[in-house]
């Protein structure tokens, strides 16, 4: 067997510290990334964000969606966030939006998105384990916050919380255009 010439070859994964730059970067810039599963870690990180750059000054902040994944504690959490702050928050959807991620451009209040991104407006999946009185609870809790989630969109496109209902039930998908017409945003980029 012959030898094999020897290529130089290198891999240069991206560094946590790049990572951490880009996004002091953009901090500081007053934009903050939402890209992924919206858990409960993200959410929480969101929020320190909004928070921070609240306390700095009142300029916009833009906030960029990119979500097929989320939980609606998780979405809810950061939409009371974006409703504690008195700065004004730009969401630019980009990719999918999808769940009760929306909640959080509906809480937005200027909304925007890229051309291409698509909206899916659906009921987050609900399990739950316990005693029938624990499982009562749980239950009350997320009817309750589906309402939130409902009244959340209702508020952003002036649609009845009855039609929200109904399109979120079965499931509904929106182009970009067809969430201007919705009311979901207000621009397409």
Do not use: C
Request: avoid cysteine; aromatic fraction near 2%; hydrophobic fraction near 45%.
């Amino acid at each position: 067997m012959e030898p094999q010439p020897i290529l130089p070859s290198w891999y240069e994964p991206m560094s946590i510290n790049l990572e951490r730059e880009l996004a002091d970067r953009l901090l500081a810039e007053r934009v903050i990334l939402v890209d992924g599963r919206l858990d409960d870690a993200l959410s929480s990180h969101v929020a320190a964000q909004l928070l921070l750059l609240d306390a700095r000054s009142n300029d916009p902040i833009t906030l960029h969606l990119s979500s097929s994944e989320s939980g609606l504690d998780a979405a809810l959490s950061v939409a009371a966030a974006i409703d504690l702050i008195t700065s004004p928050v730009h969401a630019v959807a980009r990719g999918t939006l999808r769940g009760p991620a929306i909640a959080v451009l509906a809480a937005a209040e200027q909304r925007e998105a890229h051309r291409h991104t698509m909206f899916v407006l659906s009921l987050p999946h609900f399990t739950a384990e316990g005693t029938a009185d624990q499982l009562a609870t749980l239950a009350d809790q997320h009817e309750r916050q589906v309402a939130r989630l409902r009244q959340l969109i209702s508020q952003a496109t002036g649609r009845s919380d009855d039609e929200v209902a109904a399109d979120l039930d079965p499931g509904r998908v929106l182009t970009a255009e067809e969430a201007k017409e919705y009311g979901l945003i207000t621009h397409l980029l």
